[in-house]
């Protein structure tokens, strides 16, 4: 009865328009009446408490990076330098656009920031050599969720926040399936563009790929210092942010010297927006999983669960269906803030690590970026290159294909993601 409560409550909030933050907190407050503790002061505590985080400062400080990067030229010269180093190839415009994302994915780690960029910056390319527009933009879209997979992502900041786990050890173990998705992205182009009749860019000189990577060592350095501060130990993941927002300025005033004062206060009122509202929206999840905890939701769905709690990786395979279809409806944040708290507590008690859950589910709700009805990832694409959501519906459905078929494979064999992690956090 509380499950049916508290998702009534939150579904019946959404659908009559309600911000997903509000729509949390009323859910809080359902259960709170049903459980007959309502004390408006135990709600504001929580709110407060919940935004009262020294982890959560890494979020602005990595959405502050990500406009810093868009912004002040390192995104540019990355594209840059993966057009001199593969443009030559044969549907080289796709494998750059896949090496582009998996590099900003490791400066960013927002989606929908990668998206924009390489929309804007590839697409007319792949379009004037002969690559149909649709098929493109979908490629574009479905590399540019790699962008929450390898670290530093929002989304594993997130889900470390409201579930209780390490987020260093998320941000490593989402190393190796982010690149295997890339991996297999790549392979899916080879098969794709093979039936295209593409121009060929020719092969970039020496002397430009020197240039190239000369004029992209700047910003290639940041994904390295951030990998290797973490895997040390030389700074926790909210100082990584810092140092990320502190480089990527340096860089982009310093070296590049395109972020101008101007420029430079509209990524700060444009990052604060963002920041405000995804900040508020984890308070208010944090309301939500304190009555979670409270109501005792996860010990509801382990009974709901209790016929595939023998078999870890049925039940994995269960609950990844379960948040395929919800990531259909639903987009990344909320669904992240919801079903985490639920969740974690369940899969530990079937004998599942929690790591390797929490990367699947980040894989899991990344897809549901670009998975049509809601699919943030592909409004930004279709708006940025001026495409019908049509067309880019049929053109990104052959990568969404493959990026379900590499989770189906990390189900089924959990030391894809649990090997690498353990050496990593060696």
Not at 241 to 267: D, G, K
Not at 402 to 408: D, H, I, K, Y
Request: hydrophobic fraction near 60%.
């Amino acid at each position: 009865m509380t499950i049916v409560i508290f998702v009534a409550t939150l579904f019946a909030a959404m659908a009559i328009g309600l911000p997903i933050a509000f729509a949390l907190i009323l859910s809080a407050v359902a259960l709170m009446v049903h459980l007959d503790l309502f004390d408006p002061q135990i709600l504001a505590q929580n709110l407060v408490g919940g935004a009262d985080s020294f982890t959560l400062l890494a979020v602005p400080f990595f959405m502050l990076a990500g406009e810093i990067m868009n912004t002040g030229g390192l995104s540019k010269r990355i594209v840059n330098f993966a057009l001199a180093m593969m443009g030559h190839i044969r549907g080289g415009l796709g494998y750059v656009t896949i090496i582009a994302a998996c590099i900003l994915a490791a400066l960013s780690g927002s989606a929908a920031a990668d998206a924009a960029a390489l929309g804007a910056l590839l697409v007319p390319m792949m379009v004037k050599t002969g690559h149909e527009k649709g098929r493109s933009v979908g490629l574009v879209a479905a590399s540019s969720i790699i962008g929450p997979i390898i670290p530093p992502s929002i989304g594993f900041i997130l889900l470390g926040v409201a579930a209780n786990l390490s987020i260093s050890k998320l941000f490593l173990a989402g190393i190796a399936p982010g690149l295997m998705i890339g991996f297999a992205l790549a392979a899916t182009w080879y098969f794709i563009s093979g039936r295209e009749k593409v121009e060929v860019r020719p092969r970039a000189t020496g002397a430009e790929r020197v240039k190239a990577l000369r004029e992209g060592a700047w910003a290639l350095g940041l994904p390295v210092i951030i990998i290797f501060g973490l895997k040390f130990g030389l700074f926790t993941p909210t100082e990584a942010a810092v140092v990320a927002a502190a480089y990527a300025l340096f860089v982009s005033s310093v070296i590049y010297r395109e972020m101008t004062p101007s420029l430079l206060l509209r990524v700060f009122v444009s990052s604060a927006k963002v920041t405000s509202a995804v900040i508020f929206m984890v308070a208010s999840a944090l309301v939500a999983a304190w009555l979670i905890t409270i109501a005792d939701l996860p010990g509801q769905m382990v009974e709901l669960l209790g016929p595939f709690m023998e078999s870890p990786r049925l039940l994995m395979l269960v609950i990844m269906l379960i948040i395929v279809a919800i990531g259909m409806a639903m987009d990344m944040a909320p669904t992240i803030l919801i079903l985490g708290p639920i969740l974690v507590p369940v899969v530990q008690q079937a004998g599942i690590d929690p790591i390797y859950f929490g990367v699947m589910l980040i894989i899991n709700t990344s897809i549901g970026l670009i998975t049509p009805p809601v699919g943030t990832v592909l409004n930004v694409t279709a708006g940025v290159t001026r495409t019908s959501m049509a067309s880019v519906i049929r053109g990104v459905w052959p990568f969404i294909a493959v990026e379900l078929l590499v989770l189906l494979a990390m189900v089924t064999f959990p030391e894809l993601i649990t090997i690498p992690a353990a050496w990593l956090n060696h």
